[in-house]
């Protein structure tokens, strides 16, 4: 889950890629894997998602359906191959020194496209210092970085596109941004060269394996089943889908990309780093001509080497790499680790303390910012962001939104701070976890799936959702509501008819006796409950509190399982039950659906699995289908999911971006993953 939401043109905006949330305003954390689903949130626990949105120039990825194409043609309307081309840029009006932002936790890694690191934490330093192939305005149109990256549709059968770097554009280190980046993205994001799965332990991180495992994966890429080209001057690839992918235009491979000729040095030992970025494809490509494919559990075609392949072991290293090679939270000796190929360059970096990003002077290939410095704060506590900001320590903040943090800002509108308010990006939920051996485990039972399922059901029945809006949402927001869909945003086409027909009205109010009638059909007593959030997270606490006091009315034995670590726990379910955060989206797409609540999709950690669920959203993903054809196996999803007792969805984010306008102006919020950061280069300092 890239592990937050707006209203949007269409239902369907809001099953676009998805980023975890965990602590902050927005309450994004991690942005589920990388290009292809949701992630949860840093400023309110949070997640992004990646799906559709992986080409958008910000990293990661989940949204709420702002604005989304409206037919199946792979984001449809006329998005071009890789969004609107924006044109020439116009220079900055001058320069300014230096603007302070707050968030509230530091990045963890320079690669987001690993499942493990797809958080917003992260997407956000990156969208400051990677080249932007295509971006989301704040009318949520998708927009075509051309002076970086143009897009050519060579065929509609089957889709085949051309993707073409510009030729002056180079990495911070001086070696050049080529083809061969968007290749390595290609091949790591596919599943076609893993010969395993990738493992974890307890606690979340990465556990080495004998199989070559890239921790990432992408229904878009992995539609692309041939090995793309790269032309002779290795500037262009050209990719053809073996299949029909519905968010073919948002699938740039771009987004995200790392440096092969770093990778190809780590992993390979290669020296130069034209001759490097070759030798690491030409390696994969060996591996790949020498293997055999078939379908692993998602029907993406994945390699089996055909008896001892010679570049197995190479591919590993690669894969190893790629994986881990990136993750540092501060600043690393070898420069290598964190190159910029955008506008700024990270320069400083102390652990959970700050972030320092300076303009890259050589950059030339997309918009230049007005401030020469972006110093990123590291606040945990929401009333301290405030502070910082009342005490001019930073500039700009996004909280995560209480009344107490409202209050506090508009207190200091005396100060020349300006207080932006609304629906945020982020949804929250709990989802429950039926592969741990816990309450909601069939295997618990004896591998009766009706009596987890029943427990499941009983303790959605617990779960005080109107409760929660009404104190701790309405004081944001008088006009919040449930939500009470698991894919629409309230107010957006078609919401009204879901929630109509889905389910979720059996579970609008709390039902102590429809609970407890339900576990004794189920004939379970008291069963224990392990239910984790985010910690420093005051209206999570407040949350799980309410939650709590409710279901031990029925009988359940609450176990509080606030963890720091939450976020890279998610994978590991062991650890708990029942899980409380948000879902963030970097895209407008449909095609971030799957992986929330496919059987062994990248984001569903908890094992649900349902036949007539893949089949849906199987044909979803890989059809040509009108918006009412997508409404209506979008409906049939969350009808089994309700009915499964999947998990259960509470609310829309309320917002709280605040900004001092005597030292910065034109911050504007996004309901996207990178949320105020879209639009950096028109930032501006008053009077410059």
């Not at 044109?87 to 900055?92: K, L, S, T």
């Not at 992918?245 to 740039?252: C, F, I, R």
């Not at 176990?559 to 879902?583: C, E, I, M, R």
């Amino acid at each position: 889950m890239r592990r937050t939401r707006a209203v949007a043109m269409t239902a369907l905006a809001v099953t676009s890629a998805m980023v975890l949330a965990a602590c902050s305003s927005s309450d994004t954390g991690q942005q589920g894997a990388p290009t292809t689903t949701n992630s949860p949130t840093t400023n309110g626990g949070a997640a992004a998602s990646g799906g559709a949105g992986q080409g958008s120039g910000a990293q990661g990825s989940g949204a709420q359906g702002s604005g989304a194409p409206s037919s199946g043609a792979g984001g449809g309307g006329d998005l071009g191959a890789c969004g609107t081309p924006h044109g020439a840029w116009n220079p900055p009006a001058g320069t300014a020194d230096n603007v302070n932002v707050s968030m509230n936790e530091g990045m963890t890694s320079w690669n987001s496209n690993t499942s493990h690191a797809n958080s917003v934490y992260n997407s956000y330093p990156l969208y400051l210092t990677q080249a932007i192939g295509s971006y989301y305005d704040g009318d949520l149109k998708y927009v075509n970085n051309d002076s970086f990256l143009t897009c050519k549709v060579e065929s509609m059968d089957p889709v085949t596109v051309t993707y073409t770097i510009n030729k002056d554009a180079k990495w911070s280190d001086g070696a050049p941004i080529t083809a061969y980046d968007m290749w390595l993205e290609w091949a790591a994001l596919s599943g076609r060269f893993n010969t395993g799965e990738a493992q974890y332990d307890d606690d979340g991180n990465l556990v080495k394996t004998s199989a070559i495992a890239f921790d990432a994966a992408s229904p878009g890429m992995a539609a692309i089943e041939e090995m793309p080209t790269i032309s002779e001057d290795g500037q262009s690839m050209t990719v053809k889908y073996g299949t029909f992918y519905v968010d073919w235009q948002l699938n740039n491979p771009w987004g995200g990309a790392l440096p092969s000729h770093v990778v190809a040095a780590k992993a390979l030992g290669a020296t130069d780093p034209a001759a490097g970025s070759k030798q690491l494809v030409e390696t994969m490509q060996a591996f790949y001509e020498n293997s055999d494919f078939k379908a692993n559990k998602d029907d993406v075609k994945v390699a089996t080497p055909k008896g001892a392949n010679a570049k197995a072991a190479e591919v590993k290293k690669i894969a190893d790499f790629w994986n881990t090679g990136f993750d540092f939270d501060q600043l690393p000796s070898d420069k290598s680790l964190y190159l910029s190929s955008g506008a700024y360059q990270l320069t400083d970096f102390k652990k959970d303390s700050y972030l320092t990003f300076k303009v890259n002077p050589n950059y030339t290939w997309g918009p230049k910012p007005q401030f020469q410095q972006i110093t990123y704060q590291i606040i945990g506590d929401p009333m301290a962001a405030v502070q910082a900001l009342q005490n001019g320590e930073v500039d700009v903040i996004n909280p995560q939104a209480t009344a107490d943090v409202l209050t506090a800002a508009q207190a200091l509108e005396g100060q020349g701070v300006k207080v932006l308010t609304g629906d945020g990006a982020t949804y929250e939920h709990v989802d429950f976890a039926e592969n741990n051996g816990g309450p909601f485990d069939p295997k618990t039972y004896g591998g009766d799936k009706e009596k987890a399922a029943k427990v499941r059901l009983a303790f959605m029945k617990t779960v005080p959702r109107q409760d929660i809006v009404d104190k701790l949402i309405k004081p944001l927001n008088p006009e919040a509501t449930t939500r009470d869909s698991f894919n629409l945003v309230p107010g957006s086409p078609g919401y009204d008819k879901m929630i109509a027909e889905n389910g979720s009205a059996e579970y609008k109010n709390v039902d102590i006796e429809g609970a407890k009638k339900l576990l004794a059909e189920a004939g379970v007593k008291s069963p224990k409950v392990r239910f984790m959030y985010a910690a420093n997270n005051p209206r999570r606490a407040q949350e799980y509190k309410l939650i709590a006091d409710s279901a031990s009315q029925a009988g359940f034995q609450m176990v509080d399982g606030v963890n720091a670590q939450w976020s890279s726990l998610l994978p590991n379910t062991k650890v708990y039950d029942a899980a409380l955060f948000g879902w963030q989206s970097n895209s407008t797409g449909v095609s971030s659906i799957p992986p929330n609540y496919l059987t062994d999709g990248q984001n569903n950690y908890y094992g649900y699995s349902n036949k007539d669920v893949d089949a849906a959203l199987k044909k979803l993903n890989g059809t040509p289908l009108s918006t009412e054809e997508q409404q209506a196996l979008i409906l049939s999803v969350e009808q089994n999911l309700w009915k499964d007792g999947f998990g259960t969805v509470l609310f829309q984010f309320p917002e709280v971006l605040s900004y001092n306008s005597t030292n910065v102006e034109g911050i504007k919020g996004l309901t996207l993953v990178p949320s105020y950061f879209w639009n950096f280069w028109e930032w501006t300092k008053p009077g410059s």
